[in-house]
């Protein structure tokens, strides 16, 4: 299948090509040039299938033109060595748990499967060493790092914002060594996502390097998220509760919540999305007015979720042909102040003995305030609570279990370059590697 930018400038550009460039010259978002539906006989028996095999009829429509069927099959697998179980917390509200992988966050699917698919392509063509940018506010650096750690032929560059990720998620990133490199910027993730996207722009640093970005611009990271959303379904319906279907995504830069949209047009059965963001509610304000403004990202207790400026923004107008009723037809919205977050973490641990993360705590209470009767709903629970230890005990005031992954990580000793928000300096960094 071949790939177009959103910016429309480019077109026919083939999945490797789209995979190892991640962004487009015209600095567009790369697009399907179709999103194709899967059978109804899918649906009437996705119930009786593993998360495997259902992951593996999605990721065909997208790839199966050009990867052979039983290396995507494999890579699949490869990826899903581990569940996302859908829990019940009360009513109809069910928290679908994606951090069950190896750094207990949703975004590990999304980088296992991007760092085997690009390695994938990188022997498949003999190419030179491939250089991977990844901006993080948070649990994508440890995502990307884990997933390409030790890949042949890559590099990961993992930019994060100066004393704005927890102490655990840096070090998910901060001291894998090998062939991941830390560097911590002097600004916000926004600074981060900045410079990661000059750098593309950039012809001379491109000619130096082969450059490609692991964040969820790129459409190997982001595609693949899908998976679970298919696979909440699934559990749904194997549970008497797949009618009218209402999925709450804790979003930030809204690649996770885009791979859902992917997942509807294909055919998945689901009502609407909710699009719940902490202070940083550039999305929702469009929602109101039909106007987005981008802005600088304020710091919250939700940090992953600090992006005043989402990319993936793009591919959602591209994928509702602009239309701010279409958008608003499939999607409503929510924001949250810190103080709200830490009061549904509480209320919800004290009166169900559920422990949220901050981003899940989002989810969690637009769903309690916005679920109709006869509705179901499920909200992402996106990273393990204790990946936010401090902030999370404080909240409930009392201490929380650390399991033996993060442990394991926090044992590792930081190791990190420091670096200034200016282009002028990462690219002088940048050009001292060799290609």
């Known amino acids: 299948m071949n790939y177009y930018s959103t910016n429309k400038q480019e077109?026919?550009?083939?999945?490797?090509?789209?995979?190892?460039?991640g962004l487009a010259v015209d600095k567009g978002l790369y697009m399907p040039d179709a999103i194709r539906p899967l059978p109804e006989t899918f649906y009437e028996?996705?119930?009786?299938?593993?998360?495997?095999?259902?992951?593996?009829?999605?990721?065909?429509?997208?790839?199966?033109?050009?990867?052979?069927?039983?290396?995507?099959?494999?890579?699949?697998?490869?990826?899903?060595?581990?569940?996302?179980?859908l829990v019940p917390i009360h009513d109809a509200i069910y928290s679908l748990e994606l951090f069950h992988g190896p750094t207990l966050a949703f975004k590990d699917v999304g980088g296992r499967f991007m760092a085997r698919l690009l390695g994938y392509f990188i022997r498949k063509e003999g190419k030179r060493q491939v250089n991977v940018l990844v901006a993080t506010s948070g649990d994508t650096g440890s995502a990307v790092a884990n997933g390409f750690l030790g890949v042949e032929g890559i590099h990961v560059y993992v930019l994060y914002p100066k004393g704005k990720v927890s102490e655990i998620q840096e070090k998910q990133f901060t001291t894998l060594g090998r062939?991941?490199?830390?560097?911590?910027?002097?600004?916000?993730f926004d600074d981060c996502q900045a410079l990661v996207k000059a750098a593309f722009m950039d012809k001379g640093l491109n000619e130096h390097l082969q450059l490609t970005s692991a964040n969820s611009i790129n459409v190997a990271r982001f595609l693949p998220q899908a998976f679970y959303y298919f696979y909440a379904y699934a559990q749904l319906k194997r549970a008497g509760r797949?009618?009218?279907?209402?999925?709450?995504?804790?979003?930030?830069?809204?690649?996770n919540i885009t791979a859902g949209l992917f997942g509807k047009r294909m055919g998945l059965p689901v009502k609407r999305f909710i699009a719940a963001?902490?202070?940083?509610?550039?999305?929702?304000?469009?929602?109101?007015?039909g106007i987005y403004t981008p802005r600088p990202s304020i710091a919250t207790i939700a940090n992953a979720m600090d992006v005043g400026a989402p990319s993936n923004f793009a591919r959602v107008l591209d994928l509702y042909g602009?239309?701010?009723?279409?958008?608003?037809?499939d999607i409503s919205g929510a924001t949250y102040t810190d103080e709200q977050i830490a009061e549904t973490v509480k209320q919800v641990w004290t009166g169900h003995h559920y422990l949220l993360d901050p981003h899940g705590a989002c989810g969690y209470r637009a769903l309690a305030e916005g679920l109709q009767p006869g509705e179901t709903g499920i909200?992402?629970?996106?990273?393990?609570?204790?990946?936010?230890?401090?902030?999370?005990?404080?909240?409930?005031?009392?201490?929380?279990?650390?399991?033996?992954?993060?442990?394991?990580?926090?044992?590792?000793?930081?190791?990190?370059?420091?670096?200034?928000?200016t282009f002028a300096d990462f690219k002088s960094y940048l050009m001292t590697l060799k290609p």
């Not at 963001?277 to 007015?289: C, G, S, V």
């Not at 990273?383 to 399991?403: L, N």
């Open 379 to 421: 909200f992402l629970e996106t990273a393990h609570p204790a990946k936010f230890k401090d902030t999370v005990e404080k909240i409930i005031g009392e201490p929380i279990e650390i399991p033996a992954k993060l442990q394991a990580f926090m044992q590792g000793k930081k190791q990190s370059i420091p670096m200034s928000k």
């Open 242 to 255: 797949a009618d009218q279907v209402v999925i709450c995504v804790p979003s930030g830069n809204f690649g």
């Open 11 to 21: 077109h026919g550009v083939s999945l490797e090509e789209a995979v190892v460039k």
């Open 45 to 85: 028996h996705i119930d009786q299938l593993s998360f495997q095999e259902i992951a593996y009829r999605v990721a065909d429509a997208f790839f199966g033109e050009d990867v052979p069927a039983d290396t995507l099959k494999q890579l699949v697998y490869d990826t899903l060595s581990f569940d996302t179980p």
């Open 179 to 188: 062939n991941i490199t830390a560097l911590e910027v002097d600004g916000t």
């Open 277 to 289: 963001n902490n202070r940083n509610d550039i999305f929702y304000q469009y929602l109101k007015t």
């Open 322 to 329: 602009e239309s701010h009723a279409a958008i608003c037809a």
